[in-house]
């Protein structure tokens, strides 16, 4: 039978940096991911200063440098009369005056090379739990599939459900989560930047639309609001009344539109807010979005599931 101390079920940012902190504490931790590595679809990049100066507290600091990323020290808002500053990071205490914006598979990267320098720390990737072991009605592991179409079983002190937004540990755990009702679902897609054009991020809301711009460097990641539900009828409407929507909420993009394709350049993500009534039951935790599923606004879902990780 297969043991360890704290197994940890997902490799997001809640799941690594718990297991990091658990292996530098010198507990036994196992972590199962079940993709194989940690390139995925555009799932948000935005690392806030809590997070950074709790990287410089990890001695991380220098490694997160190396680590290709954009900072960003003001959110600018689009009226019809040019750009409006609406928060200047630069006036935030402490040393990280900015938002940094890394990728998210650069930046668990980062923190799974920190964790294989502990001799406590094990991480299997390609490996997904399926269930949860219980005795007495305490969850004492999970069963987990691997890769190669193998399973097995993992016992452990406590189990930790990072399993994000989706999670399906909390739910076999009977755990109930209370929803709050989300009037809008998000458009991703990305545009070119071109040289001279506005840095950091740059929004637009107005009839009932909004657009975020996020600077990456040599494109923007560009978020376009909808109403929750209209996804497939406004899709019919065509991609070119899209791209005039784009460019009529932000001018200056209005000459390079044309880069969205078709509509399979156009990701949508469902969002969700949840929150947990209750976090935890005998043996297991829930941690991250899987305690509480964040929507993409804010930027603030990948860094409070580090939060999360830090005051467990
Ligand atoms: C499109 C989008 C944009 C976003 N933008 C931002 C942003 O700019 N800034 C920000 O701070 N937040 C953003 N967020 C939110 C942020 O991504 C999440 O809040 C954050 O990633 C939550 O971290 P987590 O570790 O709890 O869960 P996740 O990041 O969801 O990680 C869960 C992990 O568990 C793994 N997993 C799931 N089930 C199993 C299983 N059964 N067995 C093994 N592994 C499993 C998954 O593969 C995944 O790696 C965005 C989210 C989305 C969807």
């Not at 990280?96 to 990737?125: C, I, N, S, Y």
């Not at 054009?197 to 609001?225: E, H, K, M």
Request: aromatic share 6%; glycine share 12%; charged share 25%.
């Amino acid at each position: 039978m297969e043991r360890t101390t704290c197994c940890v079920v997902g490799g997001g940012p809640a799941g690594m940096m718990l297991a990091l902190l658990l292996a530098r504490a010198g507990v036994a931790v196992t972590v199962l991911e079940k993709h194989g590595d940690f390139l995925r679809d555009f799932r948000g990049d935005t690392v806030h200063p809590s997070t950074l100066t709790l990287l410089d507290e990890l001695g991380l600091g220098a490694e997160f440098a190396k680590v290709p990323h954009r900072l960003v020290e003001q959110l600018q808002v689009q009226l019809d009369s040019g750009l409006l500053p609406v928060a200047d990071f630069r006036r935030i205490p402490g040393p990280h005056k900015h938002l940094a914006l890394v990728p998210q598979w650069d930046f668990l990267g980062l923190l799974a090379d920190a964790g294989r320098a502990e001799p406590t720390f094990t991480l299997r990737m390609q490996t997904k739990a399926t269930e949860l072991l219980t005795e007495g009605g305490a969850v004492t592991g999970v069963r987990y599939r691997s890769g190669d179409g193998g399973s097995g079983e993992l016992r452990a002190d406590l189990t930790v459900a990072c399993d994000g937004r989706r999670s399906v540990l909390r739910d076999a755990a009977g755990l109930r989560a209370r929803s709050f009702g989300v009037p809008l679902d998000v458009w991703w897609f990305r545009l070119p930047r071109h040289d001279g054009d506005p840095t950091g991020g740059i929004a637009r809301f107005g009839s009932g639309q909004g657009t975020v711009v996020i600077d990456r460097g040599d494109y923007f990641q560009c978020a376009y609001l909808i109403r929750k539900g209209t996804d497939a009828t406004l899709r019919a409407e065509g991609i070119e009344t899209f791209r005039r929507r784009v460019a009529a909420m932000i001018p200056w993009l209005g000459d390079r539109v044309e880069a969205v394709g078709d509509w399979d350049d156009v990701a949508l993500l469902d969002v969700r807010l949840d929150r947990l009534v209750r976090w935890s039951t005998e043996g297991l935790l829930c941690l991250g979005d899987a305690a509480h599923a964040m929507s993409p606004v804010g930027g603030v879902g990948i860094n409070l599931a580090i939060q999360d990780a830090v005051a467990a």
